[in-house]
């Protein structure tokens, strides 16, 4: 028996699961995809934004200025990524003057720093402005991360601190036994049953079917809102350093041009509704949508240089708030629900938010005596030379590169595999040490990941797949075809 089930290993699910790892619970999270950290957490700007954007009087407001001024501890804490980028928010006419001098007042009665920036200033901060921007706002605490990487930082230490984590488990079915005094759920999965007292539903865009699981009317519904997004490749002379918004309208906060952790460009996203929850290819008319409306505020973009596109999805829900707290009518079902953006932003601030409010009432909370931090992943870029050369003498296989385009060797892409949650998939690999995230995104190095993935898990390399079974790289070896022993056509 648990005391607490989280269903969704997304950047919410793992950061609720590392906090109450701190104290003496029974805790298991079922994820239904192959890996934590994969939707919405997978698929997003990674901007930490410092809270100036959400509506008065929500949770997006107080959950993303209290959590964006946690996160530089945070991902101390954690051994991940983050950099204090800072931001612009550029106006191109009259009107949108007019609304941005009524966000810089917000962002002052929020205690936000926050800069008003004339044509000149703007230009001076970022040349590559394009001539459009008339006035700008300057955010200097806004910052970038790696969403991934934290979320699966969080399920790393949440692990290691003794919460079991179910990969390919998705939460089918949902019946509440009450026994005497006590009652609890039964959970059912592709994967057999899990019992639990509690459950806190971290389901992202499928939070409101996982309700239905439990409750007959469910008090929220939710729209996927697709977002599609250029990748640029790493350049000498970047295009921005900050974060460039545009001011933001009824449907988000526009088309933004965005450096990453890791040296990139990110061009994007657009915000479209749609009615499949697994709706995220791109779409020509997406891409020229962001290119369009990229150039209204950024110029210098050097369109040979886009290495990849993608898509995600935001759980946007009917009220046009977060959602959390208990179901209406089943005692012991919790719900963080309608994370859409500023989610990432405000996940720090969130476990605190329900430990108070809710789960204090139902658990005692008794601090485990020793808490033990992760240890961060092995990244040869961010070391000093001095040592990088210790850690190549002491282990060769961090000599041996197997990613040109982003120098990872074979050692960092051990170290992934090895971790306390280790990658199992390609893909795993590369969210965890970067091989295929290059120019040539993995056309040299995946053969490569998948012989070492294969030769450390000691399968077949067929076996291997990019992202869990429903993924599958392989048909099988070219020697189990049935081919023909009929001439072979010169070609020459
Ligand atoms: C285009 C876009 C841009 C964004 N930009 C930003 C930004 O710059 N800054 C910011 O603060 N926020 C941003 N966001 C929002 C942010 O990405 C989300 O708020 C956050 O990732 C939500 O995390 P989550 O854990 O709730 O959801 P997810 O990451 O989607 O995780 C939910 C998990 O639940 C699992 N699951 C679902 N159903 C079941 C089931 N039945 N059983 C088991 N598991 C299940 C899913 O597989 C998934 O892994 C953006 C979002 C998008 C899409």
């Known amino acids: 028996m648990h005391d607490i089930a989280i269903i969704g290993g997304g950047i919410i699910g793992c950061t609720i ?50 959590g ?70 300057e955010l200097p605490t806004t910052a970038i991360i790696n969403p ?12 290691m601190n003794g919460a079991e984590f179910r990969l390919l488990t998705e939460l089918t079915g949902a019946e509440r036994v009450i026994d005497g005094e006590r009652s609890f759920f039964l959970l059912q999965t592709n994967d057999g049953v899990f019992e639990s007292r509690t459950v806190i539903n971290c389901a992202g865009l499928f ?41 933001p309208s009824s449907v988000g906060k526009g088309i933004l041009a965005t450096p990453t952790v890791d040296g990139n ?22 891409m020229s949508f962001v290119l369009a409306k990229i150039g209204r505020t950024v110029t210098g973009v050097p369109g040979d240089r886009l290495i990849r596109q993608f898509a995600g999805l935001r ?21 963080v629900a309608c994370i859409d953006s500023p989610g990432l932003s405000s996940a720090p601030a969130i476990p605190s938010y329900l430990i108070e409010n809710y789960l204090a009432k139902m658990f005692p909370f008794v ?18 030379p001095v040592d990088r050369e210790a850690l190549v003498r002491s282990d060769p296989s961090f000599a041996e590169m197997i990613c040109r ?14 971790r306390p949650l280790g990658a199992r998939t390609v893909k795993g690999v590369k969210k965890r040490a970067r091989p295929g995230m290059g120019r040539c995104q993995g056309g040299f190095c995946e053969p490569r990941v998948v012989a070492i993935l294969a030769e450390e898990l000691g399968i077949d390399p067929t076996e291997i797949t990019y992202d869990g079974p429903s993924a599958k790289l392989f048909a099988g070896w070219l020697g189990d075809l049935p081919i023909s022993d009929g001439e072979v056509t010169d070609h020459a």
């Open 17 to 66: 699961a590392r906090e109450l790892s701190k104290y003496d619970l029974r805790l298991i999270l079922l994820e239904k995809t192959s890996d934590v950290g994969a939707g919405a957490t997978m698929a997003n700007s990674a901007i930490v934004h410092s809270g100036w954007d959400p509506e008065d009087g929500t949770l997006k407001a107080a959950l993303n200025v209290a």
């Open 68 to 137: 964006s001024r946690m996160y530089e501890d945070f991902c101390r804490e954690l051994g991940v990524s983050f950099v204090r980028s800072s931001a612009l928010v550029v106006a191109t006419s009259e009107e949108e003057e007019t609304t941005l001098r009524a966000r810089y007042a917000r962002a002052v009665t929020r205690d936000i720093p926050a800069t008003l920036l004339n044509r000149d200033e703007a230009h001076a901060a970022e040349p590559n402005l394009s001539d459009n921007v008339t006035l700008a706002m």
């Open 148 to 159: 991934w990487e934290t979320a699966i930082a969080c399920a790393e230490e949440a692990s």
């Open 207 to 247: 939070a409101d079917r996982v309700a239905a699981l439990f409750e007959e009317t469910v008090d929220f519904s939710i729209t996927p809102r697709r977002g599609e997004y250029f990748v640029v490749d790493k350049l000498a002379h970047p295009v921005v350093r900050r974060v460039i918004y545009p001011v």
């Open 265 to 286: 460009l990110l061009l994007g996203p657009n915000a479209l509704d749609i009615d499949d929850r697994d709706g995220i290819e791109t779409t020509a008319e997406g």
């Open 315 to 335: 759980a946007k829900g009917n009220g046009g708030d977060f959602w959390i707290g208990p179901s209406a009518t089943i005692p012991g079902l919790f719900h």
């Open 367 to 384: 601090a485990k005596s020793a808490y033990q931090h992760r240890r961060p992943t092995l990244r040869l870029d961010r070391m000093s």
């Open 405 to 418: 385009c982003e120098h990872i060797t074979k050692g960092e892409i051990l170290d992934a595999i090895r």
